[in-house]
């Protein structure tokens, strides 16, 4: 434990404390009991042997909406209400919590588009990237997709007839996917590259009791949170690789600009190309500063989702081998030309693997003034009163849980692609782009990159279950835990998918 921060939380607990002594808006809803006043519930949420069960179990207890302490009596929600869901998504008056927040100006830049508040500025740029994820847009990628794809089979050759972790390979190809959409570069800086896979290891291996405490001071007193963080090693870290980042972009955008301006570049279809060639309307217009401001947004974030997707998704076909020989049957009936969207079994696994495996599973969200959240079934509360709606205030933090057991189903802690195939998946007003799911959220903060990630995984997918078969070995434990995002690990902790790969004779 990192007994500095420790110490400084815990100078903030009388002033915290003080603050707390208001009455909770929140104190009527039902919830579990908290087994510690200075942890509350977030142990239990966010440090369990498998990151769910808690969760799952008090969803069937407490309904979609219920209260939960987070540290230092400092109360909570946690939502899977869908109306409640798609307010707060789409409302100007949630933010992310001061951690999230934090990290993400350190990591992507205070001017990216995942950093800014919303307004006018955050408008602008959404709408000026949207030019390179278009669903037209996105397919020109597909034969890059495939080539990168080709690579990370070949490289897996070497490992047939061994159990390998396939966690760094997926994250080397995810990577060159991010640059080559960023870009039209398949090969980065190797210092970049090195800095950029050690990311997660290094700086989110899950919040200590120390960053708990931190976050919950953090909620009430910003400025006091702001300061702390700039004692935090993982943070400078994040600074050093966001810096890296944009230095390269900006390189890169300048080599771009001198190659337009000269008329001896093959224009391509990267985002950077894209923004510089049609910047035709002054309200979509980007600086070069903007431009490259957003460099590790998409680098980063652009490839550490879609890589621990597909190692998700590779484990579970790992488990299911009956599913894996139909899927690749499937696949094998497709040849040349692919038209992926066209692979029923396919994308229906893709949707499962998202569903189940959502990489931000529990979102954070501080309410930036008093609202009032719908709900679509109402709750009862403590003092037996029927609502339909949750009155919160200004600093309020509420949790979106995205696995919801009423719209799946009673199976919906299993995992089972067929729910897709068989019509019985709920039909009701969208929440998120893909698929009715929340992995690439909604509403004007969607993914800009939601279309660009579906089709590097349909891609990555289809070329290594052709090729080789994955199995589990015996006695495997795959830990599902959550950092700042969810995450496969082993048992000492570490980002790990051990699989055993052979060849598929069938494609020999």
Known sequence: MDYTLTVAALIGVFVLFTALRRRSSLRTVPGPISPSWIFGHMLELMDSPMYGENESAWQKM????????????????????????????????????????????????????TSLRGGQEHRRL??????????????????????????????????????????PLLASAALSAASELTFGVEELDKD???????????SWPGQSKSEMLIDSIGARFPIFFRAAT????????????????????????????AAIESGTVDLGHDLFTKLLTNNSSSKRK?????????????????????????????????????????????????????????????????????????????????????????????LVTTTGQRITQISIRKGDL??????????????????????WI?????????????????????????????????LEMQVILAELIRKFSFTLPANEIVRVKLSNTLQPTDSSGQKCVCLYVAWNLEHV
């Not at 946690?78 to 409640?84: G, H, L, N, R």
């Not at 997709?145 to 089979?153: G, V």
């Open 192 to 202: 970049l590259v090195g800095d950029i896979l050690k990311i997660r290891p290094r």
């Open 398 to 419: 509420v949790m979106l849980a995205l696995a919801l057991q009423s719209f799946w189903g009673d199976d919906a802690d299993s995992f089972n692609p067929y729910r």
């Open 126 to 167: 959404r709408a000026a990237l949207s030019v390179g994820f278009t669903a037209t847009a996105v397919s020109e990628y597909q034969a890059v997709l495939e080539r990168i794809a080709r690579r990370a089979s070949n490289e897996l050759e070497a490992d047939c007839g061994k159990a390998i972790n396939v966690c």
């Open 230 to 257: 700039l004692y935090l090693r993982s943070f400078n870290f994040l600074r050093k690789v966001q810096v890296h980042a944009t230095q390269v972009g900006r390189q890169i955008l300048l080599e771009k600009i």
């Open 286 to 378: 980007l600086t070069d500063d903007e431009i490259t401001e957003q460099t590790s947004v998409f680098l980063v974030a652009g490839h550490e989702t879609t890589a621990t997707t597909l190692a998700f998704g590779l484990l579970e076909l790992g488990r299911n081998p009956e599913f894996q020989q139909k899927l690749r049957e499937e696949l094998n009936s497709h040849q040349g030309d692919v038209v992926y969207d066209n692979l029923p079994l396919l994308n229906a696994f893709i949707k499962e693997v998202l569903r189940v495996y959502p990489a931000a599973a529990l979102r954070e969200r501080v309410a930036l003034k008093d609202e009032i959240i719908p709900l679509s079934e109402g």
């Open 62 to 113: 407490y309904g979609t909406v219920y209260r939960v302490r987070g540290c230092l009596g400092q109360e909570r929600l946690v939502i899977s209400d869908p109306v409640a869901l798609q307010y707060i998504i789409k409302s100007a008056n949630f933010h992310h919590a001061q951690r999230k927040d934090a990290t993400n100006v350190a990591l992507y830049g205070a001017k990216s588009v």
């Open 422 to 454: 068989d019509g019985k998946i709920h039909v009701g007003e969208a929440i998120g782009p893909y698929a009715n799911l929340l992995s690439f959220l909604g509403g004007p903060r969607v993914c800009p990159g939601w279309r660009f990630a579906i």
